[in-house]
């Protein structure tokens, strides 16, 4: 089955390291999003990717960075710069940017500081 | 810019009573509008969409929004809960036709009692 898988599913971090988190997804999709959700706050966009090579910062985008150097892959590292990483972690795609199909979503990977 | 409200962070049903989830939005360009559910520990799935055409949207597990324009409103219903509707919800708004970013609300938690 199609779809997009987010790995681990829970993630521990110590003080002053980067941690990586994976999204992959075998839908073919052109555009990847990763999303960050605290309680009560929704989700708020961090980085997304409309095609191979090319992402734009989303609305908190301060320390975290991306890369898309392959259609199906969208990793997201969590600097130590992030001073406040634990959350939620949701990667998003689409088909591209004239499709007229929602945003599918993996399941998540949830981040703590140990 | 746009946003999207949702009014009361937790809702509380009883089985069989009606749902009516509020959500109110902010756009300076006609809407696309979306609701999405969200299962602890989970990504979210799509409920339903408003595009263009039929302002009584129908989604999936008998629930259902009406665009309402003059209102500024999205509200998401469902004439009869049931346990498995307990799950977060999500209103989101978009002002490209191919999704490209979603400004999504914080979330309204649906608890269904006995």
């Known amino acids: 089955d199609g779809g997009i898988t987010q790995s681990p599913k829970y993630l521990f971090r110590k003080e002053g390291q980067n941690v990586t988190l994976s999204c992959e997804q075998n839908?073919?999709?052109?555009?990847m999003y990763w999303y960050r959700q605290d309680p009560g706050q929704g989700l708020r966009l961090i980085y997304y990717?409309?095609?191979?090579?090319?992402?734009q910062k989303g609305d908190i985008a301060e320390g975290y960075s991306v890369s898309r150097e392959k259609k199906e892959s969208f990793p997201l590292t969590v600097t130590s710069a992030q001073k406040n990483p634990t959350a939620f972690y949701l990667c998003?795609?689409?088909?591209?940017?004239?499709?007229?199909?929602?945003?599918?979503f993996g399941d998540g990977t949830r981040l703590s500081i140990l | 810019a746009q946003s999207v409200t949702q009014l009361g962070s937790h809702v509380s049903v009883s089985e069989g009573a009606l749902v009516l989830l509020r959500c109110n939005y902010s756009?300076?360009?006609?809407?696309?509008l979306f609701w999405y559910v969200q299962y602890p520990n989970q990504g979210l799935q799509l409920l339903l969409k408003?595009?263009?055409?039929?302002?009584l949207v129908k989604g999936i597990n008998g629930f259902e929004a009406e665009f309402k324009k003059s209102e500024t409103s999205f509200h998401l219903t469902k004439p009869s809960a049931h346990m498995s509707d307990a799950a977060e919800y999500f209103c989101?708004?978009?002002?490209?036709?191919?999704?490209?970013?979603?400004?999504f609300g914080k979330g309204t938690m649906l608890l269904v009692s006995p």
């Open positions: 990717s409309q095609i191979v090579n090319d992402f």
């Open positions: 989101a708004v978009s002002v490209n036709p191919g999704y490209s970013t979603l400004t």
């Open positions: 839908l073919n999709h052109d555009a």
């Open positions: 998003a795609s689409i088909p591209g940017l004239n499709s007229n199909q929602p945003q599918h």
């Open positions: 408003y595009t263009t055409g039929a302002t």
């Open positions: 756009s300076s360009v006609p809407p696309y």
